[in-house]
């Protein structure tokens, strides 16, 4: 097994930053970033080394990565984890496929903490891993993952945990678009709506309502906030629902109402917060099952598996 990390910045993250203040829409990576990945396991009152996000012995059965990798005598897989995260999850996966199947892990995540978690998790692996520092949103990672798999011939990428929900759905399938070729495949897992009904929908509410109740999650909200030296009594999170059409889903927004007057310094940028405005800080999505899958099949992928436990569901599409 070879471990290769490479850290090397492809992105401007400060100017990403200003950006996000700019339009008051966080992009969902600097929830993540540095103390961001410890307060998002002490969130999910987990070990963050160990916590899996929703892979279980029933979807390993139903979905079997060694049966959409290439198994011919001269084959050389990919399994590209985009946002892996501490890649426990891939981990479980690897360690199912057969030592026979030549398969190479690939581990992107924008936070050098998640990394490594994930070199750690992969250890006693006995697969070629690779862990990449890059935001797989840019047009740098796009060349780096087609120079460093354009020899495979199987590529699989998955989404795990809440990556997919993380994004805009317009955004993200045309990354996926832009970053996927012919016969590349694709598996994400998400969270479904059990049923497409008004008292669904108050029950998901309520859930995440929640959470707002919960310390460690409005500590994961607020810590990009603080990290700016915001005070706490600038600002208060709240909830809001909206019902996207186009995939039958329904968003949860969280969002802060700034109290005061607020003024932030971004490397040498300033921002002033009015009294009143919002920031958008994180959207979670529940999807209806049927529109989802219409969703990736207008967008040129074709559904190959899938698996639904208890409102988790597991899809593999392929890209035509």
Known sequence: MLNLCDTTPVINLDEQLKESFRVRDLDQKFLYLEEGAKLFYKEK????????????E?????????SICDK????????????????QTESMIL????????????????SKAMLDLSI???????????????????NEFKSKIIDLTSKKTNRVYVMFGNIFWNFKSSKLINILNNILKSW?????????????????????????RSYLNSKEQVDFFSNIFWKLWTPKENF?????????????SLRFDFSATFTKKTTLNIAGDEFIILPNENMHIVHIYAYDYYKLINFFQEHGF????????????HFIFEKN
């Open 120 to 138: 750690k998790n992969l250890k006693n692996v006995w697969k070629k891993t690779n862990f990449i520092c890059s935001d797989f949103t840019s």
């Open 72 to 87: 011919t005598k001269w084959a050389s897989n990919a399994l590209i984890s985009l946002g892996c995260g501490n890649s």
């Open 184 to 208: 590349d495949k694709l598996w994400i897992d998400v969270r479904l709506k059990k049923w497409d009904t008004v008292w669904d929908d108050l029950r998901l509410f309520n859930h995440y």
């Open 302 to 313: 074709v559904l190959k598996k899938m698996s639904n436990d208890d409102g988790r569901g």
């Open 45 to 56: 009152k987990a070990d963050f080394l160990y916590w899996i996000f929703s892979v279980n």
């Open 236 to 248: 208060y999170l709240y909830l809001t629902t909206f019902h996207d059409q186009v995939l039958g």
């Open 95 to 110: 360690q199912n496929c057969d030592s026979k199947v030549n398969i190479e892990y690939f581990g992107i995540d924008i």
């Open 58 to 66: 029933k979807t390993l059965k139903e979905l079997d990565l060694q």
